[in-house]
């Protein structure tokens, strides 16, 4: 089977790249330019492309893959810089892929959405019928891509991956996979044997990136319609609970056990849930090891690749 991941040399991009060329998938990592990745070591079989989005695509070329990963874009802080360049790439990309595959209806294609285009400030009980209210530029560059997606006439099976906050090692050492918070926390512990939380009553869904490549397996091997699902874990989670579980994995792996600081004054207690139950109905089997994946964080940064 084909894949081709789109953003395939960011942080997400290649997690799925390397577990699906684990399961046998013929990968392709597509890029903007994929030069200056030339020289890392990627521990998975691929090929490398470069795209430019300002051509005028209008070939089969999409057409040449079972399965299609779009997980590029830019991230929040550019996002919030250059709205109109956010808004515009998950626009404009996902017209020409639905374009160019309108008349493929075996191509299975993933968007990565993410769970904030829901709220802001994460407090609510959202499953897939919720309102999308989030303004900050990156939910809306999202949901933009989104909508795309949802107005197209197509007869692909098109998902909507509303993620959770992902954690995990990186393949290739990105800055922005270290701003993501158990990612965060876990490099804090290991450098400086301190965890600091700003806000540790607030509450998240917190999912391993390996989850994440799970639930898109279930769904390729499964012949589920057009439709979006959230993804992420059975529990939410406050964030003094995962520093907690943090600094136990720390203590066992590396022997010593992280001081966790945080600012006691925000009490903040609302209630968040990300309600996952969907694509469990449809009978996804949930088995997350959350220690498993924040043990091999601890292990990407022993190995001295940050």
């Not at 990565?112 to 560059?141: L, M, Q, W």
Request: one cysteine or more; proline letters at 2%.
């Amino acid at each position: 089977m084909k894949a081709l991941i789109i953003g395939g040399f960011g942080y997400l991009g290649c997690r799925i790249g390397s577990y699906f060329s684990q399961k046998g998938f013929d990968i392709t990592l597509l890029s903007r330019s994929s030069i200056s990745y030339k020289k890392e070591f990627l521990n998975f079989e691929y090929s490398s492309l470069d795209f430019s989005w300002d051509q005028p695509y209008k070939n089969n070329f999409f057409k040449d893959y079972d399965v299609i990963v779009h997980s590029a874009g830019m991230n929040a802080l550019d996002s919030k810089n250059n709205p109109n360049a956010a808004y515009n790439f998950k626009t404009s990309s996902n017209k020409i892929i639905l374009d160019s595959i309108k008349d493929s209806h075996d191509i299975k294609y993933f968007y990565i959405s993410s769970a904030h285009v829901y709220d802001e400030r994460c407090v609510g009980d959202f499953n897939e019928d919720s309102s999308t209210n989030n303004k900050h530029p990156y939910a809306k560059a999202i949901i933009a891509g989104e909508d795309i997606i949802n107005e197209s006439s197509n007869e692909n099976k098109n998902y909507i991956l509303r993620c959770a906050n992902g954690f995990g090692a990186p393949i290739i050492d990105q800055e922005d996979c270290w701003n993501l918070y158990v990612n965060n926390i876990c490099k804090q512990a290991f450098e400086d044997r301190i965890i600091y939380i700003n806000h540790p009553f607030e509450s998240r869904n917190f999912i391993p990136i390996t989850q994440t490549c799970k639930i898109i397996e279930f769904i390729i091997h499964n012949n589920f319609q057009s439709q979006t699902f959230n993804v992420g874990s059975q529990k939410n989670m406050k964030l003094y609970e995962m520093a907690n579980l943090v600094q136990e994995v720390c203590e066992k792996k590396l022997g010593f056990k992280p001081i966790i600081e945080s600012d006691e004054s925000i009490d903040i207690d609302a209630i968040y849930n990300f309600n996952i139950s969907k694509i469990s109905n449809y009978g996804f089997s949930y088995k997350e090891k959350f220690k498993s994946e924040i043990d091999k964080i601890f292990e990407y940064l022993a190995r001295g690749n940050s």
